[in-house]
């Protein structure tokens, strides 16, 4: 509820181009929610002006609750809207806890402001570590004091994409995520698909779903520091790609598909477990960077010469550079580091 009447408030703002951040203050008082702007330079101006339309639209953007009457009350540096309205029939909060249980995200946001008990109850670490124990059953669900709502909007978002109520998620050109421990990637990530760099690091997942690579706006993936074992084929797909950064997993094997990113100009593979290269990464012609140290590859790929512009080649200390690539190189005047 607060959040309806936040943006009521953002779009005034917006329409007489008022700029100043402001906060909104909650006060409950038996069948009283008061709210209170602070500061608010202009604004209280604008709806005092206009008040009865004012309250005519706070009704309207409420009907949840059965309002009396709405009082609007302008201080020196604040204006307080008090929404008068019948006592709803008390609830034990055991009762309110299980209610709330059963509700969607969605709705929980629109009634966690409609009583001063449930507003403490959408507080509370405990419920929403709770919520995200039955929505999600199947997730190793860490708590965390502070950060279990958090926790919970995360993987919500990333598992129901309801779209209106996040603004047009799927309109994002960028996503960044981290710690947050044992949430996998979800398979619908593939409704993102005006997502041009996605950042993936600091958690525990094993897995990329194949569904990444109908991510085809893709321009950068970042997927380190994670646990991956295995990159899917579709990756392929993600032809625009011209950097990719898997480093710091437990990769074991490439996909040959990875010939096909031919607009790659950076690609690191380096901390993970790879004995061999796929010779189809000679394919990727305008490579510049190539970071393959920390694994234990035994030889690079006699391919490895088709890279013709590639001015950085990083590769562990013991693998063996066949002689025709050790000369192909030097002319091409690449610097080779090992580690």
């Avoid at 981290?178 to 041009?196: G, H």
């Avoid at 898997?246 to 690609?267: A, D, M, V, Y």
Wanted: aromatic share 10%.
């Amino acid at each position: 509820m607060n959040e309806k009447i936040n943006e009521y408030i953002e779009l005034i703002k917006h329409h007489y181009g008022i700029y100043f951040e402001h906060e909104m203050k909650i006060i409950y008082e038996d069948n009283e929610i008061i709210y209170e702007i602070v500061p608010c330079y202009y604004i209280c101006d604008i709806i005092m002006a206009s008040i009865n339309e004012f309250k005519l639209n706070i009704k309207r953007l409420l009907p949840e609750l059965n309002i009396i009457d709405i009082d609007i009350i302008k201080k020196t540096n604040s204006i307080q809207i008090k929404i008068i309205h019948e006592e709803k029939t008390y609830i034990p909060t055991d009762i309110t806890f299980k209610i709330l249980m059963g509700l969607s995200y969605k709705d929980i946001k629109n009634y966690c402001s409609t009583s001063k008990e449930i507003y403490e109850i959408c507080k509370s670490d405990i419920f929403w570590y709770n919520k995200l124990k039955t929505d999600y059953p199947t997730l190793d669900i860490k708590y965390e004091e502070g950060k279990m709502e958090e926790s919970y909007e995360l993987i919500y978002y990333l598992t129901e994409f309801e779209f209106n109520d996040i603004k047009n998620l799927k309109e994002y050109e960028i996503i960044y995520l981290s710690e947050f421990d044992d949430y996998p990637i979800p398979k619908s990530i593939e409704l993102l698909t005006n997502l041009k760099y996605l950042y993936i690091l600091n958690k525990t997942i094993k897995k990329i779903p194949d569904t990444i690579g109908n991510l085809t706006n893709l321009t950068e993936l970042h997927i380190y520091d994670n646990k991956i074992e295995e990159i899917p084929n579709s990756i392929g797909n993600l032809t625009k790609l011209t950097e990719l950064d898997l480093k710091n997993n437990e990769i074991k094997n490439i996909p040959h598909s990875i010939g096909n990113l031919t607009n790659l100009t950076h690609l690191y593979l380096n901390n993970n477990k790879l004995e061999e290269i796929p010779g189809s990464i000679g394919k990727l012609i305008n490579l510049v960077w190539l970071d393959l140290g920390g694994n234990p590859l035994k030889t690079l790929p006699s391919e490895i010469k088709n890279l013709k512009i590639l001015a950085y080649l990083i590769i562990p200390k013991d693998t063996i550079i066949p002689e025709d690539v050790k000369n192909k190189l030097l002319d091409m005047g690449t610097i080779v580091k090992r580690y």
